[in-house]
């Protein structure tokens, strides 16, 4: 599978080169939650972080780095399969400096989400905040490779969004209050209100290939099955439900958006459809395990409640569809890689 997506890359990539546009694009700008995060929590006093093992037992040089996994994200997978010799590094990081931010840079924080009410619970970084970063980046990238060489890293990069699952699983789906003012139809409204505003945002500093992930099945994560599923393993249909929901808004507002910003190459990335079919055909992927995470117990750690004092943290990760009760293994997160660039190849042709 990796292969025929090289392939398919480089078919593309050939066919861009014919019209004068680039092979590959020119970096990587990345918004977003724990999905995405590699890091920037790291110094921050909140509960959400991953900079401990188990987390990155099976990273480059087995050093937990703040990613939520035990080894690579999706995006890792992806900026790889690009070309690119390095990931971009977390902004918040000593990483960041000089030329490693010339290739784009890392602005997501776990357990945030499209709605400020959320990382505000849990102390970690807004997505308006990640924006002030992200334009504070820019200014640093001007005055390291001047004006001309910036705005070319600015507009020729690939920009990705992934948020949103912590606004339904660790805000709406606990919070009555919450409940009451919006239904599940116009608590999506609410957050793909932000969404569009967020896109107009990175429009107008110059973003124009924009990659945003849908939501996963919310229902399948082990944590959502112990917490909303009444005692069964299955996934949780209504939670489920109010993902789909949400996706088909997103999606709507994807065309919107598009339609009223001709020059804007943007993807909504379906990963519902490949998460799902994981967890329902795992064989098919070499997987065995789909409800039960490989930390801790499985049913509820994440985060700092997933930790090396756990006896029952599963020794091999490589058959498990979950790492951490709401994270995928590096295993999954390569599978996942796979049919999200797919889908992403419109953003490099
Ligand atoms: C812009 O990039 C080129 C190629 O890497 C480099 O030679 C040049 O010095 C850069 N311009 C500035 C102002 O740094
Ligand atoms: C885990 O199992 C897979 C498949 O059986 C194997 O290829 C891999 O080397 C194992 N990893 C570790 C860390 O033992």
């Known amino acids: 599978m990796a292969g025929a997506v090289t392939l398919l890359l480089l078919l593309v990539g050939l066919a861009g ?25 790291n110094n921050r006093l909140t509960p959400v972080k991953a900079n401990f093992p188990p987390y990155g037992r099976d990273f480059i040089d087995h050093t937990p780095t703040g990613r939520f996994c035990n080894g690579k994200l999706a995006t890792d997978f992806a900026v790889e399969n690009l070309g690119f010799a390095s990931y971009p590094p977390a902004y918040l990081s000593e990483q960041a400096t000089g030329k490693n931010l010339l ?5 997501a924080s776990g357990a945030s989400g499209y709605l400020e009410s959320t990382s505000i619970l849990y102390n970690v970084i807004p997505l308006n905040q990640q924006l002030r ?19 070319a890293l600015f507009t020729g990069s ?16 606990i919070n009555p209050l919450l409940q009451k003012a919006y239904t599940p139809d116009q608590f999506a409204d609410l957050l793909v209100q932000k969404f569009r505003t967020f896109v107009q945002a990175l429009y107008k500093l110059g973003a124009r290939r924009i990659g945003v992930t849908s939501l996963p099945p919310l229902g399948c994560l082990p944590a959502a099955i112990t917490l909303f599923g009444g005692g069964s393993d299955d996934c949780v249909a209504r939670l489920n439900d109010d993902a789909a929901v949400f996706n088909k808004k997103l999606n709507a507002a994807g065309r919107a958006l598009k339609k009223s910003h001709p020059r804007l190459k943007l993807v909504v990335l379906d990963i519902y459809s490949p998460l799902l079919d994981l967890i329902r055909h795992p064989e098919n992927n070499g997987f065995s395990e789909t409800r039960q995470a490989c930390c801790g117990t499985g049913t509820i750690e994440a985060s700092v409640l997933c930790n090396a004092a756990w006896p029952w943290t599963c020794a091999n990760a490589t058959g498990y569809v979950f790492w951490d009760s709401f994270h995928t293994t590096e295993a999954a997160n390569q599978v996942l890689a796979d049919a999200l660039l797919t889908q992403a190849i419109h953003l490099i042709s």
């Open 17 to 41: 080169l014919s019209e004068g546009q680039g092979l590959v694009p020119a970096g990587f700008i990345i918004f977003g939650d724990s999905v995405v995060d590699v890091g920037n929590n």
């Open 103 to 107: 290739s784009g840079a890392n602005f």
């Open 133 to 151: 970063n992200y334009k504070d980046y820019r200014s640093k990238v001007e005055r390291i490779a001047g004006r001309m060489n910036a705005t």
């Open 158 to 173: 690939i920009y990705v969004v992934t948020t949103g699952t912590s606004d339904y699983v660790q805000n709406y789906l």
